[in-house]
């Protein structure tokens, strides 16, 4: 009976350091990326970010809200003449009224948003293809030089990854939980990317499609 309990004990105990170890594993690789990210996004910003026409036109719709306390109803302007919706021009206010107009503000606050972005390609991709999966595509995603360039600038199509990102964290929680509040989120991130850039659009019939195929299933279940 002893050598039986001995032996179960060595086994728990063997278990748990497994598991133990494994976490930390993880984590630590977890914070490595992230901690490498955010020092290849802010390492020199204030000399590699760009403050040229675009972000100065930015700057002064804000600055001109902020001053006469109103809030912009057309967003930047597209390179036929139409005007974008103005959720970016929400999006970078804080950033510019808390830097009191400091044009590094936003930049600072772009990078922030792309280290987040890393974070998010490595959650969704663990739980969609499992940890190593995830970290390895994280990882590309951390490491690209594009990439890197394009998260140090105050420029709408900027955050478009972070939401995109969202939108695809959402549907993946419609699919897992078939929750309401998902439903919400969906239709708020599909009216922000659109907002952002207008080829966004191309995400609705995306979205309908994964709404067929989730009404298709739920009816095939109900079927058997």
Do not use: C
Not at 79 to 104: C, E, K, M, W
Not at 106 to 134: C, H, R, S
Not at 208 to 221: G, Q
């Amino acid at each position: 009976m002893v050598p039986l309990l001995y032996h179960l004990v060595i086994m728990s105990f063997t278990n748990i350091s497994s598991v133990m170890q494994g976490f930390l594993i993880n984590h630590s690789l977890l914070f490595t990326l992230i901690s490498v990210a955010a020092i290849l996004r802010f390492f020199r910003i204030y000399e590699l970010t760009e403050f040229l026409a675009d972000q100065g036109r930015t700057g002064i719709v804000i600055y001109q809200a902020f001053v006469e306390k109103s809030l912009p109803l057309i967003g930047p302007p597209v390179l036929t003449g139409q005007h974008l919706g103005p959720f970016f021009y929400y999006l970078a206010a804080p950033s510019f009224i808390l830097a009191n107009f400091n044009p590094l503000g936003p930049a600072l606050f772009m990078a922030l948003l792309g280290v987040l972005t890393v974070f998010l390609v490595l959650y969704i991709g663990q739980k969609i293809f499992g940890f190593w999966i995830g970290f390895f595509i994280a990882a590309l995603y951390a490491f690209s030089p594009s990439l890197i360039s394009q998260t140090r600038t105050l420029w709408d199509p900027t955050p478009i990854p972070f939401f995109v990102l969202l939108l695809i964290l959402s549907l993946y929680k419609i699919y897992q939980e078939r929750s309401f509040r998902w439903f919400v989120a969906v239709g708020a991130l599909l009216g922000i990317l659109i907002q952002l850039h207008y080829p966004n659009v191309f995400f609705i019939p995306l979205t309908i499609l994964f709404f067929v195929y989730i009404i298709r299933s739920e009816k095939e279940k109900s079927t058997s």
